[in-house]
């Protein structure tokens, strides 16, 4: 019983960490915009090899949904992130114990941490109306990060979280 009731505590953690929120003026018509450059005073909080695959990645969705990029663009893209640790929980106990008479006994416990801190990485879209410069749409969600690993592994994980993000960019008419 305690194993589903883990699987099931797992599945809801690794799902909240994926939360993706969205927001935007349901007064605009957003069919009219079909050009996009990044904000010119952008600060996204990440270094530049991030920030370059952050670009790729926005660059890519973009383009798949029809948007081009311009020097006078109808909307401006800005983005920010902020990371935070999530300290491992998962640990391994190790216990030595005397027992010394009768009921009475010593005991040295210590808890050796499996894995390490994992990285969560808050990411806030914003798309602004160059012309009235006035926010149209945001996304925001946090995700986790891996760090280490392959350079394509890093490239295609700024693509998943990008993806994700805009995946409600532009929003339907309903």
């Known amino acids: ?14 799902y ?6 969205i927001d935007y003026d349901s007064q605009t018509n957003f069919s009219q ?7 010119p005073k952008m600060r996204s909080g990440l270094n530049e090899l991030n920030d370059s ?10 383009r798949e949904k029809g948007f081009l ?3 006078n663009p109808d909307v401006y893209i800005n983005y920010y992130t902020e990371q935070t640790s999530k300290p491992s ?17 010593i005991g040295v416990n210590t808890r050796i941490p499996i894995g390490g801190n994992t990285k969560i990485q808050h ?10 410069d006035k926010l149209i749409w945001q996304g925001a969600m946090k995700a986790e990060v891996k760090e280490g690993g392959s350079v394509s592994s890093r490239d295609a994980q700024y693509k998943k979280n990008v993806s994700k993000l805009l995946r409600n960019f532009p929003p339907k008419k309903k």
């Open 123 to 132: 990411i806030t879209f914003d798309v602004i109306d160059k012309d009235q």
């Open 89 to 105: 929980y998962s640990s391994f106990g190790v216990g030595i114990g005397q027992r010394i008479g009768r009921g009475v006994g």
């Open 1 to 14: 019983m305690w194993r589903y009731t883990l699987l099931a505590f797992s599945l809801f953690a690794l």
């Open 33 to 39: 915009y079909k050009t996009y450059n990044y904000y």
């Open 53 to 62: 695959r952050m670009r790729r990645a926005v660059d890519n969705v973009m």
């Open 69 to 71: 990029k311009s020097n």
């Open 16 to 21: 909240s960490c994926k939360s993706i929120n």
